[in-house]
């Protein structure tokens, strides 16, 4: 049995495609792979699953079978986690261990099929683990928090597009360019204020207005965000985004979780609490 983390882009997604910095933690829920006799349980996963088997070098009398608490295609590196595991779990059954620089090459492989102009983050989020600045191309570089950090996951609703449709929309958008530098900047102030235990709320609040700027935060993900505003916590979606339907997980941090919660449960708005930096 493998178990590989999700994860939560803090902030940077989408500037990361074009070379900028993304700060990306991987949280406490999961994917479990194992190999067995007969598979039941691929679910929405089974290329992928397919995919990764072919990759770790494994054949068609290998099947995988996948347990998974993340939400599949809301920005918390689903496909990732679940391609990372299978590649372990195979290379295992086989006899041959592999150390991370390998498999996050290997899952970078199976998110290339399905992502196409992947940045890699998602891969070197749940393979290394831990809080990491990550930049394309260069690989990562791990972040000394003080103290464990608090955040609410909260569902805007599951996006209908793909993470590859989302980074090709946001190609077309013209202001791109000024938006991805905006955003780098950010990014680069966020990760100081972690590293010297200030605060970054205010600053995700902006990095998540950006992205609306950007194009990738529907409607009803935008209204979400504005009422909760306007109790005084920040908010950011996390991830690719969505405009159809729904946006993925938004990051909501900052003001009175408590109240927050009591919120969401009487909206039936679903949540998770998480920790990053104390991992
Ligand atoms: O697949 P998601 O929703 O975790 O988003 C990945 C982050 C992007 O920057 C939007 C795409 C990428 O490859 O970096």
Known sequence: MVFTPGKVILCGEHA???GK???V??????????VVKISN???DSKNLVKNAIKIAGGDENISVEIESELPVGSGLGSSAAVAAATIKVV???LGKSIEKDELFKLTMECEKIAHGNASGVDPAAVVYRGLISYVKGQGIERLEVKGPIKLLLVDSGKPTESTKEMV???AKNPEREEIVEEIGGLVGKVRRELESGGRISELLDQ???LLESLGVVGKGARKLSDELRSLGVSVKITGAGGIRAG????IVMGGDLAKMKRLLKNKHINYFETEIGGQ
């Open 16 to 18: 990361v495609v074009y």
């Open 21 to 23: 910095q993304a700060l």
């Open 25 to 34: 933690a991987s949280i406490g829920l999961g994917v479990r792979a194992r």
């Open 41 to 43: 349980n691929f679910g």
């Open 91 to 93: 290379r295992e059954y």
């Open 168 to 170: 090709e929309l946001v």
């Open 207 to 209: 990095n998540g207005k």
């Open 247 to 250: 946006s993925g997980m938004m």
